[in-house]
T-cell receptor, first 112, second 108 residues
Framework: EAQVTQNPRYLITVTGKKLTVTCSQNMNHEYMSWYRQDPGLGLRQIYYSMNVEVTDKGDVPEGYKVSRKEKRNFPLILESPSPNQTSLYFC???????????FGPGTRLTVT | QKEVEQNSGPLSVPEGAIASLNCTYSDRGSQSFFWYRQYSGKSPELIMSIYSNGDKEDGRFTAQLNKASQYVSLLIRDSQPSDSATYLCAVSDYKLSFGAGTTVTVRA
């Protein structure tokens, strides 16, 4: 079954404590992306990756890091989380041209 | 920064009516256009994609694209209560940018 998995699904943490949200896809897609969703703001792109070892900033990259060491995995790293990073996060995987698109189930992060 | 604007909601339609959703985009280089449906607390689900000017129909959904006017729309015919959701417009050249979404409520 084609899918994108994210872990954890829910996370409550404290300011400054480093965390990683994992994302994995099983469709051999080259393009992967991270989004955050906040009420009234829609989906905003944090980082995206066109292929292994190729990453680029999206619209709201501040405070986030990513890596793409292998095609299937695209982790999102918050080195020093702050309360303004409280949000719902989605990982997405797309085929070339966008003909196939899959979103992960989401990670709800709360930073206190 | 690519801008994608959707008509503000929420949009309330009676069951069986047509729901019309609009989206404009700022980047003339955009090549691919998508509509997603998102239920509350769930991940977005791709429902329509369109790449060339004109109409594309899939069941009760019709997407319309006009690149000259930088406009893409989604029509939902014979609206059902199960269509109640937030609809997101997205455009892409090599990365995907989303509008803020329009919430649709279908009244039984």
């Amino acid at each position: 079954e084609a899918q994108v998995t994210q872990n954890p699904r829910y996370l409550i943490t404290v300011t400054g404590k480093k965390l990683t949200v994992t994302c994995s896809q099983n469709m051999n897609h080259e393009y992967m992306s991270w989004y955050r969703q906040d009420p009234g703001l829609g989906l905003r792109q944090i980082y995206y990756s066109m292929n292994v070892e190729v990453t680029d900033k999206g619209d709201v990259p501040e405070g986030y890091k990513v890596s793409r060491k292998e095609k299937r995995n695209f982790p999102l790293i918050l080195e020093s989380p702050s309360p303004n990073q409280t949000s719902l996060y989605f990982c997405a995987s797309l085929s070339r041209g966008g003909y196939e698109q899959y979103f992960g189930p989401g990670t709800r992060l709360t930073v206190t | 920064q690519k801008e994608v604007e959707q008509n503000s909601g929420p949009l309330s339609v009676p069951e069986g009516a047509i729901a019309s959703l609009n989206c404009t985009y700022s980047d003339r280089g955009s090549q691919s256009f998508f509509w997603y449906r998102q239920y509350s607390g769930k991940s977005p689900e791709l429902i329509m994609s369109i790449y060339s000017n004109g109409d594309k129909e899939d069941g009760r959904f019709t997407a319309q694209l006009n690149k000259a006017s930088q406009y893409v729309s989604l029509l939902i015919r014979d609206s059902q209560p199960s269509d109640s959701a937030t609809y997101l417009c997205a455009v892409s050249d090599y990365k995907l940018s989303f509008g803020a979404g329009t919430t649709v409520t279908v009244r039984a």
